[in-house]
């Protein structure tokens, strides 16, 4: 999951953004309001965190852009001015939760892994798909209540995809989101982290969680909620 | 005495009541003088009508002819009399309209002078009369003294005098009424303006207005532009205030989230436990201070109306995606047309704080109800706010601590926490009171009244 932290704070902007990175984000950084436009309008982006009080642009004139724009991520707000006005406007404007300095970093992870799984239309903490289960704060795969052990790559490509559980995501989606840094990464890596993924959850071929659809990507194909 | 209109017009009446009581009398007095001058000069006139008239006897008498010039002196009772008396002042002669009446005979007129006198007859009627004391040179060359008198009945001039001041009244009356409507229409079209002044202000004060318009007279203008600013400074000093509020509540927490975010990093456990609840009670305190309510002493200059549905739905609206998950069910029931007067801020306080507890505590339902207050001069600015929600509720006696207690910090409830005393500070800032029930949802219901401006 690629992550834009907007925060003119440089040290709360950087612990915030290591904190994030640790718990598997991809992190992007903007330090003012014009430089985080940018990033939300060009780059591949899954989550914006915006602090309203930046300079340059205010944090409430980003998020309005950026809807306008199209852009459809979810949007957290950082926000010092603790009144319901502020909070009202931000939520107003097209933000879809906040947190209030000064913040524990786990409640943003907590809210952040929240506010993705909503985007992908899921509404329990658990997200479950036939014999599939995944607890985004504990980072746990299980299936027929095991627990499967992941590398943390192996583990951010099946939480994207059953986040978007029915959608087909491209190979160059999954580089785009999931590495760091590079984009220019050869793609060939993800075919052989899928297959290492499916023999770990569906070592006898009897599930088949992941679908391969040639030329166009890949997509969760179990159906959401337990099986009946 | 505080309207200007009934001080002045209270000081024109009694202007106008001095300077017209002064003319009626002046006015009086003259007709009064001039009207007996001219019965003075009538009666001199009859006088010498009589002495012409008068012809000595060879009994050393004076004998009248029976015509008189005038024929009222024969009539009996006609109001015109006269008569002639010897030096003893014994009746010579009498006119026939004296018949019955006895003429007063009062103090004798030095000899060739005339003397006036107001007396009066036996049967009380008022006499003008004029005597003349003569002395008669006889044929035979004897003088002889006598005293020819004449009177007339002033019953004719004082109907005329009582006329005169009857009708001077009437018009006066009627003339000072005139005055006192047209000085009235008068006062009201001068005082149009500092009226439109207080309405203007009033409105203000109810929100209504931003500032006085700037139509107004030249002397009212001066009043008028000092007035817009000074509510405009207020304004911006209201704005200013919010502003430096703003700031500081950003330089301080920025800092204090950089701290938490830090904290983690290389720090053993027992240490960043420790740092964090440092950092949590300089947050809180912060939060706290920084959190007052909006307005300001001169308040009543910078609210406006804030309608309270937009801003609800709003806030609903916002509450919706934060409870996404828990997704509880906001019902809103809200007057038409209802207005809070105050500060945006302030409503979005106090409505916001209510719904976001409800909504922390609820099970599944919320329920935000908005009604009128009235007062009993049926103004309208005051409202009833209530928040009930389906959650555990908040037991008797501990409503009843939150409602006691002082406002300091370490004393608000956690769970509740600083929100319920924010929401106190902002109602009793308002005139309003804070009150704790249970709802029909089964769950706690708080209930915010403000009651109409007493101001």
């Known amino acids: 999951m690629r992550l834009l932290v907007i925060e003119d704070d440089a040290t709360l902007r950087e612990s915030l953004a290591e904190r994030l990175a640790e718990a598997g984000f991809a992190v992007e950084q903007a330090a003012d309001g014009k430089e985080?436009?940018?990033?939300?309008?060009?780059?591949?982006?899954?989550?914006?965190?915006?602090?309203?009080?930046l300079p340059g642009m205010s944090g409430l004139d980003i998020i309005r852009e950026a809807r306008q724009q199209g852009k459809d991520f979810p949007i957290l707000i950082l926000t010092a001015r603790d009144r319901w006005e502020d909070k009202v406007d931000g939520l107003d404007a097209g933000a879809d939760d906040y947190v209030v300095k000064p913040f524990q970093p786990e409640e943003v992870i907590a809210r952040v892994n929240a506010l993705l799984r909503r985007s992908g239309g899921w509404s329990s903490s658990l997200m479950t798909a036939g014999p599939v289960t995944l607890d985004m704060s504990r980072q746990d795969l299980k299936v027929r209540d095991e627990s499967i052990e992941l590398t943390s790559f192996e583990y951010k490509i099946i939480e994207y995809l059953m986040i978007r559980a029915g959608q087909v995501i491209s190979k160059t989606e999954l580089t785009e989101r999931l590495y760091d840094q590079d984009f220019e990464r050869d793609s060939n890596v993800i075919e052989v982290f899928i297959g290492r993924l499916r023999k770990k959850m569906d070592p006898d071929n009897s599930i088949k969680p992941i679908e391969t659809l040639r030329g166009r990507g890949y997509r969760f194909a179990l159906d959401r909620g337990p099986d009946a | 005495m505080s309207s200007l209109n009934a001080r002045l017009l209270i000081s024109v009446s009694v202007l106008l009541l001095f300077f017209f009581g002064v003319t009626i009398v002046v006015l009086d007095t003259a007709f009064r003088s001039a009207g007996e001058q001219s019965r003075e000069d009538v009666l001199d006139g009859h006088l010498m009508a009589l002495l012409a008239a008068a012809e000595p006897t060879d009994q050393g008498e004076l004998a009248m002819p029976a015509d008189l010039h005038d024929p009222r002196l024969s009539s009996i009772g006609s109001g015109l009399y006269a008569e002639i008396r010897n030096s003893a002042g014994v009746v010579r002669w009498s006119s026939k309209s004296a018949l019955g009446h006895e003429l007063p005979f009062g103090a004798t007129a030095q000899e060739g002078s005339r003397l006036f006198q107001k007396e009066s007859l036996s049967d009380a009627t008022p006499l003008l009369t004029l005597s003349l004391s003569v002395q008669w040179?006889?044929?035979?060359?004897?003088?002889k003294p006598f005293v020819f008198r004449v009177a007339e009945s002033l019953d004719s001039f004082n109907a005329q005098v009582a006329k005169f001041r009857q009708q001077l009244f009437g018009w006066f009356a009627a003339v000072a009424l005139v005055m006192l409507l047209a000085i009235s229409t008068l006062l009201r079209r001068m005082l149009r303006p500092l009226r439109q002044i207080e309405t203007e202000i009033g409105a203000i004060e109810e929100g209504k207005r931003q500032?006085?318009?700037?139509?107004?007279?030249?002397?009212?203008?001066?009043?008028?532009?000092?007035?817009?600013?000074?509510?405009?400074?207020?304004?911006?000093?209201?704005?200013?205030?919010?502003?430096?509020?703003?700031?500081?509540?950003?330089?301080?927490?920025?800092?204090l989230a950089a701290m938490r975010a830090l904290l983690n990093q290389g720090l053993p456990k027992k240490f960043s436990g420790r740092f964090d609840e440092q950092i949590e009670r300089m947050d809180e305190i912060v939060r706290y201070q920084l959190r007052k309510p909006a307005t300001l002493a001169t308040k009543n200059l910078v609210l406006t109306q804030v309608s309270v549905a937009k801003e609800v739905d709003r806030l609903v609206d916002g509450l919706r995606k934060v409870y996404h998950d828990k997704d509880p069910v906001i019902e809103t029931a809200i007057d038409d047309g209802i207005q809070f007067r105050g500060d945006k801020g302030d409503f979005l306080e106090l409505a916001g704080n209510l719904l976001d507890n409800a909504c922390k505590w609820c099970a599944s339902r919320v329920r935000i109800t908005i009604r009128q207050a009235l007062s009993e001069t049926g103004d309208k600015s005051g409202l009833?706010?209530?928040?009930?929600?389906?959650?555990?509720?908040?037991?008797?006696?501990a409503a009843e601590a939150?409602?006691?207690?002082?406002?300091?910090?370490?004393?608000?409830?956690?769970?509740?926490?600083?929100?319920?005393?924010?929401v106190k500070d902002i109602a009793h800032s308002y005139g309003g009171q804070l009150s704790i029930q249970t709802s029909d949802l089964g769950g706690a219901e708080i209930t915010v009244t403000i009651s109409p401006a007493t101001t």
């Open chain 2, 384 to 397: 009833v706010l209530s928040v009930a929600d389906d959650g555990p509720g908040i037991p008797a006696d």
């Open chain 2, 137 to 143: 040179e006889f044929p035979d060359g004897e003088l």
């Open chain 2, 402 to 422: 939150l409602l006691q207690r002082g406002t300091r910090l370490d004393e608000s409830t956690p769970g509740h926490g600083i929100g319920l005393a924010v």
């Open chain 2, 211 to 255: 500032s006085l318009s700037g139509q107004y007279p030249t002397e009212l203008q001066g009043v008028a532009r000092n007035m817009n600013l000074l509510i405009d400074s207020e304004r911006a000093r209201s704005d200013r205030y919010k502003a430096t509020l703003d700031n500081l509540a950003h330089s301080l927490k920025t800092p």
């Open chain 1, 36 to 53: 985080g436009l940018y990033f939300a309008l060009e780059y591949p982006i899954d989550l914006a965190i915006v602090d309203l009080g």
